[in-house]
């Protein structure tokens, strides 16, 4: 339990993921103007994106928890470990921070602030992968807090590092990046269209790793 008061959990959480997307959205600018090979350019956007986790978890993670994830949240409620009283305001902050993200990049690159991306992202394999990529992210999560929870930090940023290659939608696995990601006609982009079946696929996910995880991780008991 933080010793932090819910405003302050709360305002982590809105700084969190506001750097987290404004990261994302960003460096994926960045990396399209300079280079036209779309692998160099994901690579661009996968680094930083992995080393800003090490960072903002290290950072505010003793705040709030470092959730920065509707994903994640919902998963720690399943688990009662956190009450819909703070389920709610945690979700309404990282997508309002997301947000404040995408439109802080944009001020940046010196782009129109107000956008809607016409990137399509849809079909069985991009929400397979997205329920694939958000198992991954909780189970890392789960299994540091279980085995080496000083380690959490690393472990998520090298997972999503990983998880942007080996899965085909690029590792969204986060409901509030995936909203605010639908606000910028830029290379990480998602059309706003594709986003309920993105967000369904994460939550699967998240569900499926509470449970499963969860059972892998408890020890048998002696008879």
Same mark, same amino acid.
């Not at 819910?6 to 399209?32: K, N, Q, Y």
């Not at 950072?59 to 389920?87: C, D, Y």
């Not at 986003?195 to 499926?208: D, N, R």
């Given at each position: 339990?933080?010793?932090?008061?819910?405003?302050?959990?709360?305002? *982590?959480?809105?700084?969190?993921?506001?750097?987290?997307?404004?990261?994302?959205?960003?460096?994926? #600018?960045? *990396?399209?103007?300079?280079?036209?090979?779309?692998?160099?350019?994901?690579?661009? !956007?996968?680094?930083?994106?992995?080393?800003?986790?090490?960072?903002?978890?290290?950072?505010?993670? $003793?705040?709030?928890?470092?959730?920065? !994830?509707?994903?994640?949240?919902?998963?720690? /409620?399943?688990?009662? %470990?956190?009450?819909?009283?703070?389920?709610?305001?945690?979700?309404?902050? %990282?997508?309002?921070?997301?947000?404040?993200?995408?439109?802080?990049?944009?001020?940046?690159?010196?782009?129109?602030?107000?956008?809607?991306?016409?990137?399509?992202?849809?079909?069985?394999? %991009?929400?397979? *992968?997205?329920?694939?990529?958000?198992?991954?992210?909780?189970?890392? #999560?789960?299994?540091?807090?279980?085995?080496?929870?000083?380690?959490?930090?690393?472990?998520?940023?090298?997972?999503?590092?990983?998880?942007?290659?080996?899965?085909?939608?690029?590792?969204?696995? !986060?409901?509030?990046?995936?909203?605010?990601?639908?606000?910028?006609?830029?290379?990480?982009?998602?059309? $706003?269209?594709?986003?309920?079946?993105? #967000?369904?696929?994460?939550?699967?996910?998240?569900?499926?790793?509470?449970?499963?995880?969860? /059972?892998?991780?408890? $020890?048998?008991?002696?008879?």
């Amino acid at each position: 339990m933080s010793e932090y008061d819910l405003p302050r959990r709360l305002a *982590a959480e809105f700084l969190g993921t506001g750097l987290l997307v404004c990261t994302v959205v960003g460096s994926g #600018i960045m *990396a399209d103007k300079l280079s036209d090979d779309v692998a160099v350019s994901l690579l661009g !956007n996968t680094i930083p994106t992995g080393a800003i986790l090490v960072v903002l978890i290290t950072i505010l993670g $003793p705040i709030s928890g470092a959730h920065f !994830n509707p994903a994640v949240t919902f998963a720690f /409620w399943l688990k009662r %470990q956190i009450a819909m009283t703070e389920v709610v305001p945690y979700v309404i902050l %990282q997508i309002l921070g997301g947000i404040m993200g995408t439109l802080i990049a944009h001020a940046m690159f010196d782009l129109p602030l107000l956008q809607t991306s016409t990137t399509v992202r849809t079909g069985s394999a %991009q929400w397979i *992968a997205e329920v694939v990529a958000t198992f991954g992210l909780l189970a890392t #999560i789960l299994g540091g807090l279980k085995f080496r929870e000083d380690a959490i930090p690393w472990l998520v940023g090298l997972y999503i590092t990983a998880a942007y290659w080996f899965t085909a939608s690029t590792s969204f696995a !986060n409901p509030a990046v995936a909203i605010s990601r639908s606000f910028t006609d830029t290379f990480s982009g998602i059309r $706003p269209v594709d986003l309920p079946g993105f #967000i369904v696929a994460e939550l699967i996910g998240a569900a499926i790793a509470v449970y499963l995880i969860g /059972w892998l991780l408890t $020890p048998k008991r002696a008879s």
